[in-house]
């Protein structure tokens, strides 16, 4: 099961609508996802589950009620 594609946001739970394993481009590659936000996905998602767009966006308009929200 090690090569699961996580396909859920890893703070919403949402479909991340990621196309990294499909073969257009993903979204996220052209959308850089602040380092600061990566670094709050839980261990076990680290490299494996993308952070949906809307997550991003939060977190870029309000990083203390995104936190309050989904990390604390
Ligand atoms: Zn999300």
């Not at 739970?13 to 052209?30: L, R, T, Y």
């Amino acid at each position: 099961m090690s090569n699961t594609v996580v396909k859920e946001c890893p703070f919403c739970g949402k479909d991340n609508g990621c196309m990294a394993h499909e073969k257009s481009a993903c979204w996220c590659e052209s959308f850089p996802i602040p380092t600061e936000l990566r670094e709050y996905i839980p261990e076990d998602k680290k490299m494996k589950a993308c952070v949906c767009k809307t997550c991003v966006i939060a977190f870029t308009q309000n990083k203390e009620a995104f936190l309050k929200k989904y990390v604390y």
